[in-house]
């Protein structure tokens, strides 16, 4: 069991930066994988960057480029940089945290970009 806690979420201009962070009140060494989702009004939780436990990145083609994930094993972190940020970007992003089958989300933290 592990409790996952975002932050850093807010509102940009297009073309701005923001960097999540996502602390976990336990040792994420066992995950396999941490990831960012996120999920817009309407819309499917989609996947947006994933880090493997030996640093493996994974970023569909709408992120890639502009986003950059990070984990920490040591201080049980998981950062998102996401850069020149679109509107389309705008969403719930949601940290989550992966052993096997099982999987952990956090509450999630709002990114609202503005044209």
């Known amino acids: 069991q592990v409790q996952l806690m975002e932050s850093g979420g807010g509102s940009v201009q297009a073309g701005g930066s923001l960097r999540l962070s996502c602390a976990a009140d336990?040792?994420?060494?066992?995950?396999?994988?941490m990831a960012w989702y996120r999920q817009a009004p309407g819309k499917q939780r989609e996947l947006v960057a994933q880090?493997?436990?030996?640093?493996?990145?994974n970023y569909p083609d709408s992120v890639k480029g502009r986003f950059s994930v990070s984990r920490s094993n040591a201080e049980n972190t998981v950062s998102l940089q996401m850069n020149s940020l679109k509107p389309e970007d705008t969403a719930v992003y949601f940290c989550?945290?992966?052993?096997?089958?099982?999987?952990?989300w956090g509450q999630g933290t709002q990114v609202t970009v503005s044209s």
């Open positions: 880090v493997t436990l030996v640093g493996t990145t």
């Open positions: 336990a040792s994420i060494s066992s995950f396999n994988s």
């Open positions: 989550n945290a992966r052993r096997g089958t099982y999987d952990f």
